[in-house]
């Protein structure tokens, strides 16, 4: 009953708005999008961003439940505001960047949770660890440069060292916590 009500609600509005009725693909728009990471070393809190993610998304917007989502980050390309911290965690014994090059989402599912959030589930690979994880989103239509799209933002905590971020000297927590809190803002045109 619930897909029948999201559907019935939701064709009329894609019609307005311009949106597709049938699956579509849509991109990631690099320069209104970022994904944020936040961890702690000591007491001092540190924020480092994503940069040149590129993600494709599928969306049959009257299939809910499907959804394709793939995301690709360029770990080389973090940005961080310390020069030093910055090097350490390019290095071995994070993320070593050397080795493994990106880390990757990919999600398969989604839930829809009201019409203006779900919740996709999928898999993170980071290094050469790949674990399951949800992701809950909130979902807005918007217009970018005269473009019908979307505008997603989510918010997760992970564990760094499930991941293997931290071998050695960092894998003990009591300088660098476990948790390492991720945040989206993306928007998306259709390709």
């Not at 540190?46 to 998304?57: I, M, P, S």
Request: aromatic share 12%; with cysteine; proline share 6%.
């Amino acid at each position: 009953m619930r897909i029948l009500s999201y559907r019935t609600l939701l064709a009329p509005l894609l019609l307005i708005v311009g949106l597709p009725v049938q699956a579509a693909t849509f991109v990631i728009e690099p320069g209104e999008s970022r994904v944020l990471f936040q961890y702690k070393y000591g007491t001092d809190p540190y924020e480092g961003e994503f940069k040149n993610v590129q993600a494709t998304f599928e969306i049959d917007p009257m299939r809910p439940g499907s959804c394709d989502f793939s995301v690709t980050i360029p770990i080389g390309d973090i940005s961080l505001d310390s020069p030093e911290a910055l090097d350490y965690l390019l290095d071995y014994e994070l993320f070593d960047v050397d080795t493994w090059p990106t880390a990757s989402f990919k999600a398969e599912k989604c839930s829809l949770e009201s019409m203006n959030s779900f919740v996709s589930e999928g898999t993170l690979t980071i290094r050469d660890q790949t674990k399951p994880l949800t992701f809950p989103f909130e979902f807005e239509i918007t217009t970018i440069d005269g473009q019908v799209g979307f505008h997603l933002t989510s918010e997760v905590t992970i564990q760094r060292l499930d991941y293997g971020v931290g071998q050695g000297y960092w894998a003990n927590t009591a300088e660098i916590p476990n948790d390492v809190v991720i945040k989206i803002d993306v928007y998306a045109v259709q390709q």
